[in-house]
């Protein structure tokens, strides 16, 4: 069975960082896409980051894009977002998942929740003073 586990949430003041970690089982890790994807009290899931299988390319919401980046381990079968000046508003429960939809070597366009065939439980992040 596929299992994804993420890790790394907490609580943090704004302008520090985090980085999330996410480690995936049960599927050949770099025959696809990973993402983060995230979801706030009370709002809809969002896409924040895609890599492709390869890394060779990622894609970044622009409410995050310049503070997040996303990267993977292959060997590890891990991926990671390393969040940095974060903000009230990045305040959310993280997802990591596996992008079943996404072909090729690319990930250019927000992922949303159908493009993910596995998802994870989920870590929380939250920043406030």
């Known amino acids: 069975a596929v299992q994804v586990v993420e890790s790394g949430g907490g609580w943090v003041q704004p302008g520090h960082s985090l980085t999330l970690s996410c480690t995936v089982s049960g599927l050949t890790f770099d025959d696809y896409a990973m993402g983060w994807i995230r979801q706030a009290p009370g709002k809809e899931r969002a896409g924040v980051s895609c890599?492709?299988?390869?890394?060779?390319?990622?894609f970044y919401a622009d409410s995050v894009k310049g503070r997040f980046t996303i990267s993977r381990d292959n060997a590890k079968k891990r991926l990671y977002l390393q969040m940095n000046s974060l903000k009230a508003e990045d305040t959310a429960m993280y997802y990591c998942?596996?992008?079943?939809?996404?072909?090729?070597?690319?990930?250019?366009?927000?992922?949303?929740?159908?493009?993910?065939?596995?998802w994870g439980q989920g870590t929380q992040v939250t920043v406030s003073s």
């Open positions: 998942g596996v992008l079943t939809a996404f072909l090729g070597d690319d990930c250019s366009v927000s992922p949303v929740s159908r493009d993910f065939g596995y």
């Open positions: 890599t492709s299988w390869s890394g060779g390319t990622t």
